[in-house]
């Protein structure tokens, strides 16, 4: 079964609840989304690179209650899939996302070649 992603309205909604004004949910929401499969011709790894990101920050997170499936909101990138490697991998990763969000820290990550967040630095 392919892992769930959070829809595009998730953040117009928690901007929207949070702040009580539509027009800020709209200029605030990020608008893009990690490739799909069909974008990227076929196997997202073929991508073959890494890229270093730095000086960002998190609007958002994302979880369901399916193993190993937590997502960021990255301000100007969008969601972003943390590393689904490990148990330990994905837990540590949710919480540097959670206080980042919390904090508004800056944040450098590295993200993989499969387009998985697999290492975060929050400053």
Same mark, same amino acid.
């Given at each position: 079964?392919?892992?769930?992603?959070?829809?595009?309205?998730?953040?117009?909604?928690?901007?929207?609840?949070?702040?009580?004004?539509?027009?800020?949910?709209?200029?605030?929401?990020?608008?893009?989304?990690?490739? !799909?499969?069909?974008?990227?011709?076929?196997?997202?790894? !073929?991508?073959?690179?890494?890229?270093?990101?730095?000086?960002?920050?998190?609007?958002?997170?994302?979880?369901?209650?399916?193993?190993?499936?937590?997502?960021?909101?990255?301000?100007?990138?969008?969601?972003?899939?943390?590393?689904?490697?490990?148990?330990?991998?994905?837990?540590?990763? !949710?919480?540097?996302?959670?206080?980042?969000?919390?904090?508004?820290?800056?944040?450098?990550?590295?993200?993989?070649?499969?387009?998985?967040?697999?290492?975060?630095?929050?400053?």
């Amino acid at each position: 079964m392919p892992d769930t992603q959070p829809s595009k309205d998730v953040l117009a909604v928690a901007s929207t609840s949070s702040s009580g004004g539509a027009a800020v949910a709209a200029t605030a929401a990020p608008t893009a989304e990690p490739p !799909t499969s069909a974008q990227t011709g076929g196997d997202t790894g !073929t991508i073959g690179a890494t890229v270093w990101v730095n000086g960002k920050k998190i609007n958002a997170l994302w979880a369901i209650n399916e193993n190993r499936n937590s997502w960021v909101s990255v301000a100007g990138v969008g969601w972003v899939k943390l590393a689904n490697n490990s148990d330990t991998a994905i837990v540590a990763l !949710t919480m540097l996302g959670a206080n980042a969000r919390q904090t508004q820290g800056i944040v450098n990550y590295r993200q993989e070649s499969d387009n998985m967040l697999h290492e975060m630095y929050v400053w």
